[in-house]
């Protein structure tokens, strides 16, 4: 199957994220954020699998839907976060790193630039399924950030601005 690479558009809970792939998804095709679908879903069910209760189950159940909405939309061009963020989470609570994470083949299905949303407090708010103090997406931002650059991508930052501009940012970062 040929895959194309997708843009990893990253950064800690509440950063603007979703908000700026659905802007996006209305001119590109792109995956959205599988993190809280997970969470939604165990939370409709009654399960553990959220990151602040079992967070190796929610690691697991996050990277099997991933893989799958890759395989099942190779040609989206943006993705709300990758698998590579697991790392993250798993560091900052101290947890073992699973091996599949290591080995994943980051550069085969992502672009080497990534686009990074910072932490942004005028917009971060706590609900359901981001129940995580400020501090604590402070903390998984420097996480995020050394990963990624660990792994070999070049980080992006985005603009603290609103939807518009970051849309009109990332249009013109597609096309350089």
Avoid at 18 to 36: D, H
Avoid at 55 to 73: G, M, P, R
Avoid at 94 to 121: C, Q
């Amino acid at each position: 199957m040929i895959y194309t690479k997708k843009y990893i558009i990253t950064g800690a809970p509440g950063t603007g994220k979703t908000t700026l792939i659905n802007a996006l998804a209305k001119e590109y095709p792109c995956l959205p954020e599988i993190s809280r679908k997970v969470i939604i879903s165990e939370q409709e069910r009654g399960g553990n699998g959220m990151p602040w209760e079992d967070l190796h189950k929610f690691t697991a159940l996050v990277y099997q839907a991933s893989i799958a909405e890759l395989d099942l939309n190779p040609h989206a061009l943006f993705t709300d976060r990758s698998v590579l963020d697991l790392i993250a989470y798993l560091q900052v609570a101290g947890k073992p790193i699973l091996p599949a994470l290591e080995r994943f083949p980051y550069h085969d299905r992502f672009h080497k630039k990534i686009l990074f949303a910072p932490t942004w407090p005028s917009i971060y708010h706590q609900d359901e399924q981001r129940p995580q103090a400020f501090d604590y997406c402070l903390e998984l931002e420097k996480a995020l950030e050394t990963n990624y650059i660990k792994k070999g991508f070049t980080i992006v930052k985005l603009p603290q601005d609103t939807v518009a501009t970051r849309v009109n940012f990332i249009y013109t970062f597609v096309k350089t």
